[in-house]
């Protein structure tokens, strides 16, 4: 069974950065796309960003030019570096795994990590 671990979530200011991890076992990974997802109270899960096995990268365009998402292939390790944080981007954010982008949203998860930027 495929298991996701997130890590760096939590409170920041607007305007400042937060990176989150999220690992998975090595004979996964390295056959996996992997993506963030979020859901903000009272709002849809939505695609953040995703990257394929050859490192192809997708981002939703309220994120476009501030996030980058990035994989560590020796550390089974996905990545999402959030920049110039908004209130808007204060949600839960998951981690999401699958053997390609089209099935990502029906893939393995992650519990979710708590981002919050206050204004």
């Known amino acids: 069974q495929v298991q996701l671990m997130e890590s760096g979530g939590g409170l920041v200011q607007a305007g400042e950065s937060l990176r989150l991890s999220c690992a998975t076992s090595?004979?996964?990974?390295?056959?996996?796309?992997m993506g963030w997802y979020r859901q903000a109270p009272g709002k849809q899960r939505e695609l953040v960003a995703a990257i394929t096995t050859g490192g192809t990268t997708i981002y939703a365009p309220s994120v476009k030019g501030r996030f980058t998402i990035s994989r560590d292939n020796d550390k089974n390790t996905v990545y999402l570096q959030m920049s110039s944080l908004k209130s808007d981007d204060t949600a839960l954010y998951y981690c999401?795994?699958?053997?390609?982008?089209?099935?990502?949203?029906?893939?393995?998860w992650g519990q979710g990590t708590q981002v919050t930027v206050s204004s």
């Open positions: 999401a795994q699958s053997y390609t982008l089209a099935t990502l949203q029906r893939g393995t």
């Open positions: 090595r004979s996964i990974f390295s056959i996996s796309a």
